[in-house]
């Protein structure tokens, strides 16, 4: 079975200062590897993905992430924190078992950038 | 062009009733999936469609049911609510019925609350 985990319920950063929100997975087979953010009364917005290729993932504002396979884990980066990044931040890995569109979502991070 | 609509946006049921959410995805897609995040977790899968016909079932009761119309719009069905169904529903669109390479695209929710 499939699942991720987030180690960290809650990660305080400076404005300006690099920030790193963890996961780590678990997959039997090739891992298909989300990150998505959720603001807070929204929907969750995706953020970016790994399926195959370059370790390094390059997302959306400003966003990346690194995959690990000998640590199996996807953390999610950013050089340079904004104020406007203070979110929760999901890390999902696809589920193969029952359904195309089907991920398995952590718990969640909520990250919070201080000015 | 409007991102994936949901309605009603908020919901107050009684115990026992049972609710019908409403989902219309982004012009263009024919994928629609069901997630439930209940507070302080992550969402979790309930249903994938993709034209008209289940692609996908998590682990949930009979009670939710699901379907899809031609016009690609969707309904979620739960009979029978206890307290426990409490959470934010989710719908998301995606053009194909595989998120490999077609990100899932969330809507606001529909926040249901039984009492």
């Known amino acids: 079975a499939q699942s991720v985990a987030q180690p960290e319920d809650q990660v305080n950063v400076a404005e300006g200062n690099p920030l790193t929100v963890k996961c780590t997975y678990s997959v039997s087979g090739n891992p298909y590897l989300f990150w998505y953010v959720q603001y807070p009364n929204r929907g969750l917005q995706f953020l970016l993905k790994?399926?195959?290729?370059?370790?390094l993932v390059k997302g959306s504002y400003g966003f990346e992430a690194e995959f690990n396979k000998s640590q199996t884990s996807f953390h999610l980066k950013k050089p340079s924190a904004l104020v406007s990044d203070s979110a929760l931040y999901f890390c999902a890995v696809r589920d193969m078992g029952t359904g195309a569109n089907n991920l398995f979502f952590g718990t969640g991070t909520r990250l919070t950038v201080i000015p | 062009d409007a991102g994936v609509t949901q309605s009603p946006t908020h919901l107050i049921k009684t115990r026992g009733q049972q609710v019908t959410l409403r989902c219309s995805p982004i012009?263009?897609?024919?994928?629609v999936s069901w997630y439930q995040q209940v507070l302080g977790q992550g969402p979790q899968f309930i249903f994938q469609?993709?034209?008209?016909?289940?692609?996908g079932r998590g682990n949930f009761p009979d009670r939710f049911s699901a379907r899809q119309f031609p016009n690609y719009s969707s309904e979620l069905n739960v009979n029978a609510l206890l307290l426990g169904d409490s959470a934010l529903y989710l719908c998301a669109s995606s053009l194909v019925a595989s998120s490999y390479n077609s990100p899932l695209h969330f809507g606001n929710g529909t926040r249901l609350t039984v009492t």
């Open positions: 790994y399926i195959t290729g370059d370790n």
């Open positions: 469609y993709y034209e008209k016909e289940e692609r």
């Open positions: 012009s263009g897609h024919k994928s």
